[in-house]
Antibody
Framework: EVQLVESGGGLVQPGGSLRLSCAAS????????MSWVRQVPGKGLEWVAN????????YYVDSVKGRFTISRDNAKISLYLQMNSLRAEDTAIYYC???????????WGQGTLVTVSS | EIVLTQSPGTLSLSPGESATLSCRAS???????LAWYQQKPGQAPRLLIY???SRATGIPGRFSGSGSGTDFTLTISRLEPEDFAVYFC????????FGPGTKVDIK
């Protein structure tokens, strides 16, 4: 059974940093692109970042470029999102998701809430 | 960026009825790279349809997708109680964007 479990969310002040983790199991992690997708509670979904199977290529939504870094450790079967210079508008539930055929998401974690507030 | 518009915003129906949800793109979605997701309160989205019309693993046959270019449709025939939820479309032909969602609620 495919499982994705996020951790690392919490309350952080504007300008602060946070690192999210996603532990994967039940599939061959190193064979799939992985993604982060966020959602303001009660609102719509926004793709944040993608990373290639071997970690060599990453893509980001414009609003987080230069502030967020997606990475992965295939040996630890884990995905990460380093978030720096956080802003109030980054407040959201962050989901880890497995990407297929370039860009639809067939499995999602339960999400971790990031709140940016003073 | 491809902007997706979904209509209606809310659809009020009774169990057993059929639902037709629309997703319109601001420019053509190439290769039918259009997916549909279902989301229930407090849960992560669940993939229903990818490639505009292919059902994901384990998705019941009452869910079907159609369309091409800029106009796509998700049809749910004979609504079951567990189908009342929010539905999002997503394109992946030019970066990745989601529609604002259609809420299907019980009439």
């Amino acid at each position: 059974e495919v499982q994705l479990v996020e951790s690392g969310g919490g309350l952080v002040q504007p300008g602060g940093s946070l690192r999210l983790s996603c532990a994967a199991s039940g599939f061959s992690f190193s064979n799939f692109w992985m993604s982060w997708v966020r959602q303001v509670p009660g609102k719509g979904l926004e793709w944040v970042a993608n990373i290639k199977e071997d970690g060599s290529i990453q893509y980001y939504v414009d609003s987080v470029k230069g502030r967020f870094t997606i990475s992965r450790d295939n040996a630890k079967i884990s995905l990460y999102l380093q978030m720096n210079s956080l802003r109030a508008e980054d407040t959201a539930i962050y989901y880890c998701a497995r990407a297929r055929d370039w860009g639809y998401f067939d499995y999602w974690g339960q999400g971790t809430l990031v709140t940016v507030s003073s | 960026e491809i902007v997706l518009t979904q209509s209606p915003g809310t659809l009020s129906l009774s169990p057993g009825e059929s639902a037709t949800l629309s997703c319109r793109a601001s420019q053509s979605v190439t290769n039918n790279y259009l997916a549909w997701y279902q989301q229930k309160p407090g849960q992560a989205p669940r993939l229903l349809i990818y490639g505009a019309f292919s059902r994901a693993t384990g998705i019941p046959g009452r869910f079907s997708g159609s369309g091409s270019g800029t106009d796509f449709t998700l049809t749910i025939s004979r609504l079951e109680p567990e189908d009342f939820a929010v539905y999002f479309c997503q394109q992946y032909s030019n970066s990745f964007t989601f529609g604002p969602g259609t809420k299907v609620d019980i009439k």
